[in-house]
């Protein structure tokens, strides 16, 4: 089986995967904290439709995805979060442009290969010159992301002290959009358009469930994304199944025990800190610090005025 | 009480602040001198937070004049810490208390950052003076409210404020987290003689701590030792409308002011 890994085109394509891999999984980590995963379902289908006009228009249809998701994800950003029934608006016209790109489809005339492979990935036979293009796409994307990090993950966790910090919290969560949509662009060479949620929020949100500290959480998102990719490139190169159905099923496979045994660790350890904290209990209130967060006491003092 | 060392911290005058056509603050005459704690009171939009942000320059004010140790106010100004109104933080974040806490030392600034143990020993330091030591490496979802706005407090601390500007952080907390945070901030305010802002709608935890008080109503304020300002008098005046201060059960009552 191992021996495919001497063809060059397969070599390319693990190479490609791999870069996506590790913006995918890094991007997912902020997606995942900023509550921005929906847009990991709304970019690529607008993408899709970007994809499949351009393909009409009679060019590459990997610049119609690339504006779509720029467009889509500015959008997104101008659209302030507490705009009621953010999600569903979004979906909803995620869905009418889903349609629009299968219009798009239908009405095109040739060759509809190049638009398939964009709904369902094909990263297999990639080119050398595409190869080279993503990867210098998602390294330049995660240089990004590590220039961003900290004002970013401050910003995410307390938009206000960022902002009294000095921190430029509109422009970066602007930046920060763009740079997502390039990430799913890229995303979706690999696995396609519908599938891109399983590559780049899938090993995040798995990882944040096994760690709660970020630099270990992105790590361990790095490290589940590239070994889904490879698994996934390999399984398909010897087999006549997708790369994108194995990297999903991957995903997917890996996700739901840890969602579902997680309470048991993360429970374990905090009950471990709570004896920890009892042990050094301050002078201050003792009883306090027993409590869990779920319980959120309410201020039991009687006032003359309603302040 | 205050001491007046130095230079004041921070200077109003004639202070007018406006949103549109509304006319939120008007006339605000104040000084805050080095280590003084002022609580600042008022019912829900006097004016409170907008005061913080002029202080902080998210804001800038209509009319007046505005010196935050000696300058004018700006962003990103290190010699000012804030903590805001303390929300419930998202359980999904995944972040340690002490991740939180180290925001402030340097979550401002670009890349990635490198960990390190000079870092470490200043976010231990940190942790160590609101007794946070004990869940330094809890998620924070799993933190009571009282414990997370302590780290809230460690965090505003890390760059050795001048200035300690704290919005509402006793709101949510029952009695015994709330006298927590109270002789906390009083501890750091004594020790670290830092100038403290403590925006508030109930004076009871604070009558014995506080240095001034400040009291916003109708776009009015004024400022003075609690014992003059939380009088039915100076109340009535400000409101424009009669106000009852009573004194009961060893706590005081505003009674008659308007939410």
């Known amino acids: 089986m191992l021996n495919i890994l001497q063809y060059s085109f397969i070599q390319n394509t693990f190479l490609a995967g791999s870069c996506v891999a590790v913006v995918a999984a890094v991007a997912g980590y902020f997606m995942v904290v900023r509550g921005l995963t929906f847009a990991g379902h709304a970019l690529p289908n607008i993408g899709f439709a970007g994809a499949a006009g351009a393909v009409l228009l009679g060019i590459d249809p990997v610049i119609g995805l690339y504006i779509f998701t720029i467009g889509a994800a500015i959008s997104i950003g101008l659209l302030s979060k507490e705009v009621n029934e953010r999600d569903t608006s979004i979906g909803i016209i995620m869905t009418f442009a889903l349609g629009i790109g299968i219009l798009f489809l239908s009405l095109y005339s040739g060759y509809a290969e190049r638009v398939y492979s964009i709904l369902f990935g094909q990263i297999v036979g990639i080119s050398q010159l595409d190869v080279l293009i993503t990867a210098i796409s998602s390294l330049l994307t995660l240089g990004m992301f590590l220039a961003l990090f900290r004002p970013l993950l401050f910003s995410s966790f307390d938009q206000e002290v960022a902002l009294a910090r000095g921190v430029p919290v509109r422009l970066l969560a602007m930046i920060f959009l763009i740079l997502i949509a390039i990430t799913v662009s890229l995303s979706v060479q690999v696995v396609g358009a519908l599938l891109v949620f399983t590559l780049l929020v899938g090993p995040a949100a798995t990882a944040i469930r096994i760690v709660q500290r970020p630099l270990w959480t992105i790590v361990i998102a790095i490290i589940l994304g590239v070994a889904y990719t490879w698994l996934g490139i390999f399984f398909a190169a010897n087999s006549n199944w997708p790369v994108s159905f194995y990297i999903a099923t991957l995903s997917f496979g890996v996700y739901l025990p840890v969602r579902l045994l997680s309470p048991v660790w993360i429970g374990r350890r905090a009950r471990k800190i709570a004896a920890a904290r009892q042990q050094t209990a301050t002078s201050l209130s003792p009883a306090g610090d027993q409590e869990q967060s779920k319980t959120m006491p309410s201020t039991e003092r009687v006032q003359g005025s309603s302040h | ?259």
């Open chain 2, 1 to 259: 009480m205050a001491r007046e060392t130095q230079d004041p911290v921070i200077t109003l005058e004639r202070v007018r602040v406006q949103f549109g056509k509304r006319t939120i603050l008007e006339n605000v005459n104040m000084t805050v001198n080095e280590g003084e704690f002022i609580v600042v009171l008022g019912p829900n939009g006097a004016g409170k937070s907008t005061l913080l942000k002029l202080l902080l320059g998210l804001l800038k004010p209509a009319s007046g004049v505005i010196r935050v140790l000696g300058k004018p106010p700006r962003r990103g100004n290190n010699a000012i810490g804030y903590a805001p109104q303390h929300r419930k933080l998202e359980a999904d974040l995944a972040l340690r208390a002490r991740d939180v806490v180290g925001f402030g030392l340097d979550g401002n600034r670009w890349g990635p950052g490198l960990p390190g143990a000079r870092r470490n020993a200043i976010i231990d330091k940190a942790l160590l003076e609101v007794d946070a030591t004990a869940f330094a490496d809890a998620p924070i979802g799993q933190l009571s409210g009282g414990e997370q706005q302590r780290l809230l407090i460690a965090q505003a601390l890390l760059t050795n404020p001048q200035l300690l500007l704290l919005d509402e952080p006793l709101a949510n907390l029952d009695i015994s987290h709330e006298q927590e945070i109270v002789a906390l901030v009083e501890k750091v305010c004594r020790t670290r003689n830092v100038a403290v802002m403590l925006v508030t709608h109930d004076i009871n935890p604070l009558l014995t701590v506080a240095d001034r008080v400040m009291y916003m109503a109708h776009g009015h304020t004024t400022i003075g030792p609690t014992n003059e300002v939380i009088t039915s008098s100076t109340l009535t005046q400000l409101y424009g409308s009669p106000v009852e201060v009573v004194q009961a059960l060893g706590r005081v009552f505003v009674v008659g002011a308007e939410t």
